[in-house]
């Protein structure tokens, strides 16, 4: 009788191991997002991107020179009409020469800074908002582009700079 309690009870445990062991593997999934009372809704790939400014040569920044214009878009989605016009305002860390410009803010670089504008490369200044930019019911793309903007002796060296976008419709 007690050898057939153990391998009863060898077989119980060996059927829940099984089912145990059955999973390949696991992780997790976190959502994030945010609920605005905007006219739009902001496509996930631009609410949190990178723009690659590039590896930009000294003597282009040199005396205020400033770099190529590197386009970025700021995608809107579900614009529900009730509005036919949006307006950018991005904020961050304003540069100690020229506060209209946002500060380079880690890595070794410096006597520059990020010199944002509008798809005419007309600048918008940090803190301020930007011309209004006409939107249509359903999906809008808002095109922008960013320079390096030299504001001082320049010192080679790699750089990061963060600014927060905020939309207003009118």
Sequence with gaps: MRMKSIVAALFTVGVIASQANA?????????????????C???P????????M????SNVLNGGGQSSPVMFDINLVDCDGTKNMV???FNGTADSVDATLLA?????????????????????ALGTASSNISIQPGTNTLRLQAALQGTGTVTPGDFTSIANFTLAYN
């Design 23 to 39: 999973s390949e593997g696991g992780g997790k999934v976190t959502f994030t997002g945010e609920i605005n009372s905007g006219a």
């Design 41 to 43: 809704s902001i496509a």
């Design 45 to 52: 790939d631009s609410v949190d991107q990178t723009v690659q």
């Design 54 to 57: 590039g590896s930009i040569t």
């Design 87 to 89: 307006n950018v305002t």
């Design 104 to 124: 380079l803010q880690g890595g070794h670089a410096k006597g520059a800074a990020i010199k944002l504008m509008d798809s005419n490369e007309n600048k918008i």
